[in-house]
Nanobody, 127 residues
Framework: VQLVEFGGGSVQAGGSLRLSCAASGRTFSDYGMGWFRQAPGKGREFVAAISWSGGRTDYADSVKGRFTISRDNAKNTLYLQMNSLNAEDTAVYYC?????????????????????WGQGTQVTVSS
């Protein structure tokens, strides 16, 4: 399984970016997916997740109302639309995939529940 992120970059505060994650190596539509991030000097944290069916989405409180996670199963691609960015959103963003086939999450997934990881893409927001 391979996950490759695209779309990172530098943006001014208040701006927008859309991250993409291209998945290969398994049937994308059968697995939940998520985005995590790691800011300089901090641990990696949960950002957003979407169930295998797309019927459930979860967001960290810090991004609710600003970020939107979505998936296009026909294109094997996961997205993260990020609006109203601020300096606290500066981080390396990682795409992650669940190991378990069609798992039903009852709460936002933890890092240990995500088995496959991309290499990360840098997002820098300047104020």
């Amino acid at each position: 399984v391979q996950l490759v992120e695209f779309g990172g970059g530098s943006v001014q505060a208040g701006g927008s970016l859309r991250l993409s994650c291209a998945a290969s190596g398994r049937t994308f539509s059968d697995y939940g997916m998520g985005w995590f991030r790691q800011a300089p000097g901090k641990g990696r944290e949960f950002v957003a997740a979407i169930s295998w069916s797309g019927g459930r989405t979860d967001y960290a409180d810090s991004v609710k109302g600003r970020f939107t996670i979505s998936r296009d199963n026909a294109k094997n691609t996961l997205y993260l639309q990020m609006n109203s960015l601020n300096a606290e959103d500066t981080a390396v963003y990682y795409c992650a995939g669940d190991l378990v086939y069609r798992r039903s999450w009852y709460s936002p997934p933890q890092q240990y529940e995500m088995y496959y990881w991309g290499q990360g893409t840098q997002v820098t927001v300047s104020s």
